[in-house]
């Protein structure tokens, strides 16, 4: 069974940095793909970062050159740092996995973590 459990998240000011961390279990980790998305109040699901087994990236637009995802794989970890917060940053932010990147971009990757909660605000 495989469980990813989030960590890293709370209030952090406009400009502030934060990084979350999802430790996965029950997966051959270092093989599969790992993504963050995140889902604000009111708006669609939206993958903001994903990194394949040989650590190729791809980000939103909107966290281009802010947001870094990264991955250990001797500790079966994936990482998103978050520098430069804005406040439309707020939202709980989700790891998912899937064998699969193509799941993943369409949004239905097999896993999904229980969120942790990131707020940008003064």
């Known amino acids: 069974q495989v469980q990813l459990v989030e960590s890293g998240g709370g209030l952090v000011q406009p400009g502030g940095s934060l990084r979350l961390s999802c430790a996965a279990s029950?997966?051959?980790?270092?093989?599969?793909?790992m993504a963050w998305y995140r889902q604000a109040p009111g708006k669609q699901r939206e993958l903001v970062a994903v990194?394949?087994?040989?650590?190729?990236?791809s980000y939103a637009d909107s966290v281009k050159g802010r947001f870094t995802i990264s991955r250990d794989n001797t500790k079966n970890t994936v990482y998103l740092q978050m520098n430069s917060l804005k406040p439309e940053d707020t939202a709980v932010y989700y790891c998912?996995?899937?064998?699969?990147?193509?799941?993943?971009?369409?949004?239905?990757?097999?896993?999904w973590g229980q969120g942790t909660q990131v707020t940008v605000s003064s």
């Open positions: 998912v996995v899937d064998q699969n990147w193509n799941a993943i971009v369409r949004g239905t990757p097999a896993s």
């Open positions: 029950g997966i051959l980790f270092s093989i599969n793909p």
């Open positions: 990194m394949a087994s040989g650590g190729r990236a």
